[in-house]
């Protein structure tokens, strides 16, 4: 199977827009892992369409050192946004192990580790990262 460029970038996108609609919900009822979860996977896919546009991303859920190496050859008005985005991935990119497995070492389950206050946070974080990914991306009269 030959993936195309231009739908990996459609489809992360998508994607990234998707969680962070769950991550919104999630957080709405107070479901607070879940919300952790979803923005975690959002702020990941939004780095991806990014990374997307070069070239066909990896599976890893911290995508920043990729997005950091596509970053020069974006347009230069894209470059900071790109830095932003990367860090953001990159700050959430820990909570996907921890929201799946909690911290075994301390019997903590992924429930026990977060509160709404670090579900707050997880979704404003995810949000930005959303709002990069919309302003880098080409619109679609440009591609």
């Known amino acids: 199977m030959k993936l195309n460029p231009k739908t990996e970038v459609e489809y992360r996108a998508k994607m990234a827009r998707r969680h962070l609609e769950d991550a919104e919900r999630a957080l709405q009822i107070g479901d607070y892992r879940g919300t952790v979860d979803s923005a975690q996977r959002s702020a990941e896919n939004a780095a991806k369409a990014v990374i997307a546009i070069y070239r066909i991303p990896s599976w890893s859920h911290d995508p920043s050192a990729e997005l950091l190496d596509v970053t ?11 830095l ?48 990069l990914m919309n302003q880098i991306l080409p619109k679609p009269n440009e591609s």
């Open 72 to 82: 020069s050859t974006l347009p230069k008005a894209a470059r900071e946004r790109a």
């Open 84 to 131: 932003n985005l990367a860090r953001l991935a990159h700050e959430l990119a820990p909570e996907h192990g921890r929201a799946t497995y909690g911290e075994p070492l301390r019997e903590l389950t992924p429930w026990d580790l977060y509160g709404k206050s670090e579900a707050e946070s997880a979704v404003e974080k995810a949000e930005k990262a959303v709002d």
